[in-house]
């Protein structure tokens, strides 16, 4: 089956540092792909949809600036917190549409930050 | 904004107990989809139902969307301590984006 590969898996970083995440799909091609951003003990909550060779869609209240998604082939998105504070600590999640087939969604296994 | 209501927000129940979890919303969705997801990890896709009325069944696991396509049930026969884990529905909003359900945690005891 689809396998979206997402790294790192825990990240620890300081206050006002810059911390990227990956999110690969490894066996197919993701034309779109979306961030989720999960809080402890919550659901899901949306923060963008990045499409291949365009800029990402933010959700309403999701600073672009400060999450900067970055989609440049088709197997690869890159979310970069940046200038991070506490309060971004927090479990994110991508997500990677097949661009082939059913176009099914397969997630990634999510990346625990944690801003100190 | 669209919201995806679940209830109960929280479930703990014995070992062989049946049980229903709901996801409402007063939004139409062209489909939906229900995932179990475990501490630190991503969600994991049971199904996805998209004609109103439709029934699925995946082993003990019932899954209906609704006739008006704006709510859906789980129904779990006989749970098992496999069960426990964090069950979210997820309506199909715009031509690709997914919005997820506020989400029920549920636990089995043995």
């Known amino acids: 089956g689809a396998v979206v590969s997402q790294h790192p898996s825990r990240v620890i970083c300081k206050s006002g540092t810059s911390v990227k995440i990956e999110c690969r799909s490894l066996?197919?091609?993701?034309?779109?792909m979306f961030w989720y951003r999960q809080f402890p003990k919550q659901s899901l909550m949306l923060m963008a949809t990045?499409?291949?060779?365009?800029?990402?869609?933010?959700e309403q209240g999701v600073e672009k600036d400060k999450f900067l998604i970055n989609h440049a082939s088709l197997t690869l998105s890159t979310l970069t917190v940046t200038s991070a504070h506490p309060e971004d600590s927090s479990f994110y999640i991508c997500s990677a549409r097949e661009a082939q087939g059913a176009g099914g969604y397969t997630f990634g296994s999510g990346t625990r930050l944690t801003v100190v | 904004t669209q919201l995806l209501e679940q209830s109960p927000q929280f479930l703990s129940i014995q070992e062989g107990e049946n049980l229903t979890v709901y996801c409402n919303s007063s939004?139409?969705?062209?489909?939906l989809q229900w995932y179990r997801q475990e501490p630190g990890e991503g969600p994991v896709l049971l199904v996805t139902v998209v004609t109103g009325g439709e029934v699925k069944k995946l082993k003990r696991l019932t899954f209906q969307f609704g006739d008006a396509r704006k709510d859906s049930s789980l129904h779990i026969t006989a749970a098992q301590t496999g069960d426990t884990g964090l069950y979210l529905c997820?309506?199909?909003?715009?031509?690709?984006?997914?919005?997820f359900g506020t989400g029920t945690r549920l636990k089995v005891l043995a």
């Open positions: 066996d197919f091609q993701a034309t779109t």
């Open positions: 990045s499409n291949e060779g365009s800029k990402a869609t933010y």
């Open positions: 997820a309506g199909r909003s715009g031509t690709y984006k997914y919005i």
């Open positions: 939004s139409v969705f062209s489909s």
